[in-house]
């Protein structure tokens, strides 16, 4: 039977003992950033494998700079920590870790100055985030901009603009949500990266757009680039080019890649995944669970301790 793990101030606990008080600074002001990291379970090699762990644990130590957070461990420690914490939960099931840094001083007021901060990892069991194929409906909440919370942060905080656009998406009967920022383009879904593709060219809104800079979406231009030879232009989206596209679809830690097929009732396409989103999709999947060599150290693996 598993047992969740986490690491909390500076030791590994049960997941259950893992608490903090009600006065913590970052749960009343949304004080902290935080990483999702997928775990996939490879039935094959009885293996979880972490994909881009260190990429996610950089991308913390920045999110953790431009709040003013002091990280407890380095990336190196923080990458060892989260195989042990998989480890040892023994989970035999794709696994999402949580790591977070946040202002742990037990104090109100609203500033970031003048806080301690701490370091946590937690693991649970993650199933598909969104079904195999989304149907997305263009939100009235507006991605935040930068000037007022930076969304190259993955700030706590941030994402009850998220959470306002997946709901009002989610009650009128979609999948999921389409963020335009304060110019009227595309920005990214409630918690996706978004691609379309036209006239064979993959097409990405730029960071300029408050997009956060992902890194599966990384993953999927790389892919795109190496093995399918399909060029990546950065531009402005206007919502109506999602209309009119060939294919759109979402990246993301939790949705994995995710084709979109309608857009505000309106088909994408032929209203079914598109050639591109199937075969990156097939390719990505293989890569995530250690089944491509080519792409193997983007995988590290995590063993389930066996009793002895």
Request: aromatic share 8%.
């Given at each position: 039977?598993?047992?969740?793990?986490?690491?909390?101030?500076?030791?590994?606990?049960?997941?259950?003992?893992?608490?903090?008080?009600?006065?913590?600074?970052?749960?009343?002001y949304?004080?902290?950033?935080?990483?999702?990291?997928?775990?996939?379970?490879?039935?094959?090699?009885?293996?979880?494998?972490?994909?881009?762990?260190?990429?996610?644990?950089?991308?913390?130590q920045?999110?953790?700079?431009?709040?003013?957070?002091?990280?407890?461990?380095?990336?190196?420690r923080?990458?060892?920590?989260?195989?042990?914490?998989?480890?040892?939960s023994?989970?035999?099931?794709d696994?999402?870790?949580?790591?977070?840094?946040?202002?742990?001083?037990?104090a109100l007021?609203?500033r970031?100055?003048?806080?301690?901060?701490?370091?946590?990892i937690?693991?649970?069991?993650?199933?598909?985030?969104?079904?195999?194929?989304?149907?997305?409906?263009?939100?009235?909440?507006?991605?935040?901009?930068?000037?007022?919370?930076?969304?190259?942060?993955?700030?706590?905080?941030?994402?009850?603009?998220?959470?306002?656009?997946?709901?009002?998406?989610n009650?009128?009967?979609?999948?999921?949500?389409?963020?335009?920022?304060?110019?009227?383009?595309?920005?990214?879904?409630s918690?996706?990266n978004?691609?379309?593709?036209?006239?064979?060219k993959?097409?990405?809104?730029?960071?300029a757009d408050?997009?956060?800079?992902g890194?599966?979406?990384?993953?999927?231009?790389?892919?795109?680039?190496?093995e399918?030879?399909?060029?990546?232009?950065?531009?402005?989206?206007?919502?109506?080019?999602?209309?009119?596209?060939?294919?759109?679809f979402?990246t993301?830690?939790?949705?994995?890649?995710?084709?979109?097929?309608e857009?505000d009732?309106?088909?994408?396409?032929?209203?079914?995944?598109?050639?591109?989103?199937?075969?990156?999709s097939a390719?990505?999947?293989?890569?995530?669970?250690?089944?491509?060599?080519?792409y193997?150290?983007?995988?590290?693996?995590?063993?389930?301790?066996?009793?002895r």
């Open positions: 039977m598993p047992t969740p793990y986490a690491y909390f101030r500076g030791e590994l606990v049960p997941l259950e003992d893992a608490k903090i008080g009600v006065m913590t600074h970052a749960f009343n949304g004080t902290a950033v935080f990483e999702g990291i997928r775990g996939n379970w490879n039935p094959d090699d009885q293996t979880i494998y972490l994909f881009r762990m260190r990429e996610h644990f950089e991308r913390l920045q999110s953790a700079k431009i709040l003013m957070l002091d990280m407890r461990d380095s990336v190196d923080l990458c060892e920590l989260a195989v042990e914490i998989v480890e040892r023994g989970y035999e099931e696994v999402y870790l949580r790591p977070m840094v946040y202002k742990s001083t037990e007021g609203v970031l100055h003048n806080l301690e901060s701490d370091t946590l937690f693991v649970t069991p993650f199933p598909a985030y969104l079904p195999e194929s989304a149907r997305c409906h263009t939100s009235s909440w507006r991605r935040v901009d930068d000037t007022g919370i930076p969304p190259r942060a993955k700030v706590t905080g941030i994402y009850v603009n998220s959470a306002l656009a997946k709901t009002e998406a009650l009128n009967g979609f999948d999921e949500a389409i963020m335009l920022n304060a110019d009227g383009h595309v920005s990214e879904g918690g996706e978004i691609f379309m593709i036209r006239h064979g993959l097409i990405a809104p730029t960071p408050n997009v956060l800079e890194i599966t979406a990384k993953t999927v231009v790389q892919l795109a680039q190496e399918l030879g399909v060029e990546l232009i950065e531009r402005a989206i206007d919502r109506t080019e999602l209309y009119v596209a060939d294919e759109v979402m993301g830690t939790a949705a994995h890649l995710t084709p979109v097929v857009v009732r309106r088909p994408v396409g032929d209203g079914t995944p598109g050639p591109v989103s199937r075969r990156l390719l990505f999947f293989d890569v995530i669970r250690g089944k491509n060599a080519r193997r150290d983007w995988c590290t693996p995590a063993r389930v301790r066996v009793a």
